[in-house]
Nanobody
Framework: QVQLVESGGGLVQPGGSLRLSCAAS????????MGWYRQAPGKQRELVAT???????NYADSPKGRFTISRDNAKNTVYLQMSSLKFEDTAVYYC????????????WGQGTQVTVSS
C-alpha cells in the first residue's frame, strides 16, 4: 500500500522559514513525480510545486522564488523549503505522488498544517 506522510508543519512568523518533508513508502519512489499542494480554509486545493522523476521543477506564481522543492531518492522523501513566508501561505499542505501509470497511480498524504502568524 502506498503511503505518503507529511511532517514539518507548524506555526511560523511572517518572513520566517519552514521545511516540509514527505516520506513515501510502498512505491518505487524514483519513478514518481512528486508535488506539494495546499488548501486554505474556504479555498480549493491548489498546486504549489512539482518535481519530476528527472528532477525538473515547476512552481505556482505565488511561491515562486520563495519555495524550493527537492527530492532525495535514497530516502524516498520529497521536501518543500519555504522561506519569506506570508500570511497567505497559511494552509494545509499535501504531498502528492504521480506514477508512470497516472492517473491510476495518483496518491495523497494526509496533510500538514502551516500557519503563518505574528
Amino acid at each position: 500500500q502506498v503511503q505518503l506522510v507529511e511532517s514539518g508543519g507548524g506555526l511560523v512568523q511572517p518572513g520566517g522559514s519552514l521545511r516540509l518533508s514527505c516520506a513515501a513508502s510502498g512505491l518505487i519512489f524514483s519513478r514518481f513525480a512528486m508535488g506539494w499542494y495546499r488548501q486554505a480554509p474556504g479555498k480549493q486545493r491548489e498546486l504549489v510545486a512539482t518535481i519530476t522523476s528527472g528532477g525538473s521543477t515547476n512552481y505556482a506564481d505565488s511561491p515562486k522564488g520563495r519555495f524550493t522543492i527537492s527530492r532525495d531518492n535514497a530516502k524516498n522523501t520529497v521536501y518543500l523549503q519555504m522561506s519569506s513566508l506570508k500570511f497567505e501561505d497559511t494552509a494545509v499542505y499535501y504531498c502528492n505522488a504521480k506514477g508512470p501509470a497516472w492517473p491510476v497511480n495518483d496518491y495523497w498524504g494526509q496533510g500538514t498544517q502551516v500557519t503563518v502568524s505574528s
